[in-house]
Nanobody
Framework: QVQLVESGGGLVQAGGSLRLSCAAS????????MRWHRQAPGKQREVVAT???????NYLDSVKGRFTISKNNAENTVYLQMNSLKPEDTAVYYC???????????????WGQGTQVTVSS
């Protein structure tokens, strides 16, 4: 089983920065894509940023140029650096990875518990 533990959320003023971390632990043979999602009250969950196994990144249009996703393969950790935060970035942020426990296992999708990010105006 794989567990994801997120940290780094909090309250920040508009224009400020936060860095989210998500550490994966458990039986992990390989990790494929790693993602950050967010869900604001009354809205659907959306993908904010994705980083592939070979470091190709993709971002939600509204965060391009402000957010940066990165990872540490040795520690199975993914980060989201968020700069120039806006009130509309307020949401619960979730990390999400594709991983497998052995070379023969199927890929499974795992989610963290979420961390609250609140940006005040």
């Amino acid at each position: 089983q794989v567990q994801l533990v997120e940290s780094g959320g909090g309250l920040v003023q508009a224009g400020g920065s936060l860095r989210l971390s998500c550490a994966a632990s458990g039986t992990i043979f390989s990790v494929n894509a790693m993602r950050w999602h967010r869900q604001a009250p009354g809205k659907q969950r959306e993908v904010v940023a994705t980083i592939s196994w070979d470091d190709i990144t993709n971002y939600l249009d509204s965060v391009k140029g402000r957010f940066t996703i990165s990872k540490n393969n040795a520690e199975n950790t993914v980060y989201l650096q968020m700069n120039s935060l806006k009130p509309e970035d307020t949401a619960v942020y979730y990390c999400n990875i594709d991983a497998k426990a052995t070379t023969w296992a199927a890929w499974n999708n795992y989610w963290g518990q979420g961390t609250q990010v609140t940006v005040s105006s």
